[in-house]
């Protein structure tokens, strides 16, 4: 008997506020997995501002709370009505994270579950990260067992590097059951909050703000003396961790460069954690898009490193992907994080689902 294949719908909207990701996966939750079509649904100016607001737990939550439900169920109406997938079983829906301290015990993603599947007529799964926080675990990053199924195929030791808001690596071993993940420090949002206050675009469009700069390297090495880097993953970071470390003295060009530098140095410093150096690097995220940004990675981190397009990976529609995925994996009581992805003692399953309302 084949395995069912369960149709999901993964939301997915990240640290670099940009906006809401879904993409449609089919999967059994283990190793089958049928990717398909993806949408992004920007947010506009004002929403990320109120979002800013409610960065570190602050602003009026409440109300953003049913604002960005409200945008993934229009997120979700717009992919149905544009791509002809079939009747959904799952929307697996992130929310967007504006809190992470796991050594506090809080991890906080705004969106409601309730409302989402009442105005979607779909199951709906949401609260990924709090089951491991209270396991003990640093609730992130959840997509490795993603990566892991996707890569089953390819060449290893595979190192797979996501550079949203904040940057984090999964590291595949030869062995079947070999992962490690942890966040590496600054991914985009540093870079894009620094490009959006001086020039007011949203991102170094091609990297030319950072290229027409020179980093501060003494500014880099104290950076790096951050305790962060030193400690043994897994390990995960707030959004907002680094603020102290924005070169608010360099001119807009520098600074830019200097804070590219930084992520790739995360990214390096990373290596040493690794149990074997990687073949080679996929690139995940918004920042795969940036030239600076993977001409500084590719100097750095001593192996090939390339989009994860190159494996036939859609790197815009990963993250929500994994959501996808993890949702059909809470349905069925399959573990989302493991020792070696959020450093729990033992693999923890997750997930809320909430049903709509039932005539």
């Known amino acids: 008997m084949s395995a069912r294949l369960y149709r999901a719908l993964g939301l997915m909207s990240g640290t670099s506020l940009d906006g809401i990701d879904a993409a449609f996966v089919a999967t059994d939750g283990r190793a089958l997995v049928e990717t398909g079509p993806g949408l992004t649904l920007p947010y506009d100016e004002p929403t990320r501002d109120r979002i800013r607001q409610c960065l570190g737990g602050g602003g009026p939550a409440t109300a953003v709370t049913t604002e960005l439900t409200e945008l993934h169920a229009s997120a979700v109406a717009r992919f149905l009505a544009e791509h002809a997938v079939g009747p959904l079983d799952v929307v697996g829906f992130h929310g967007q994270t504006v809190l992470h301290r796991p050594k506090e015990g809080r991890t906080v993603q705004l969106g ?31 997509v490795p067992i993603y990566h892991a199924a996707l890569a089953a195929k390819l060449e290893r030791p595979l190192a797979v590097l996501n550079l949203g ?55 880099v090495a104290r950076f790096l003396a951050h305790p962060f880097f030193a400690r043994r993953p897994p390990k995960s970071l707030d959004r907002d961790e680094f603020q102290r470390f924005v070169p608010e003295h360099l001119s807009p060009a520098d600074g830019a460069a200097t804070l590219v530098a930084m992520t790739a140095a995360g990214a390096e410093a990373a290596l040493r954690h690794l149990p074997l150096a990687p073949r080679r690097w996929l690139l995940g995220g918004g ?65 809320r689902l909430f049903h709509p309302p039932r005539n």
């Not at 993977?294 to 001593?302: D, E, K, N, S």
């Open 112 to 142: 409601d579950g309730a409302l989402l599947a009442q105005r979607t007529g779909v199951d709906v799964v949401c609260d990924f990260r709090s089951a491991d926080v209270a396991a003990g675990g640093e609730g992130a990053p959840l």
């Open 165 to 219: 808001g904040v940057a984090n690596v999964t590291w595949l071993g030869t062995g079947a059951d070999e992962m490690l993940a942890f966040d590496t420090g600054p991914g985009n949002a540093l870079i894009d909050d620094w490009v959006r206050r001086h020039t007011g675009a949203l991102f170094d469009h091609d990297g030319a703000l950072a290229r027409s700069g020179q980093a501060d390297e003494q500014w």
């Open 287 to 351: 920042g795969r898009h940036n030239p600076a940004l993977t001409a500084a990675l590719a100097g750095a981190l001593g192996a090939p490193v390339e989009p994860v397009e190159a494996v036939g990976w859609d790197g815009d529609a990963l993250e929500a992907q994994a959501f996808g995925y993890l949702a059909v994996r809470s349905l069925l009581g399959l573990p989302l994080s493991f020792p070696g992805t959020t450093g729990v003692k033992a693999p923890v399953a997750g997930g």
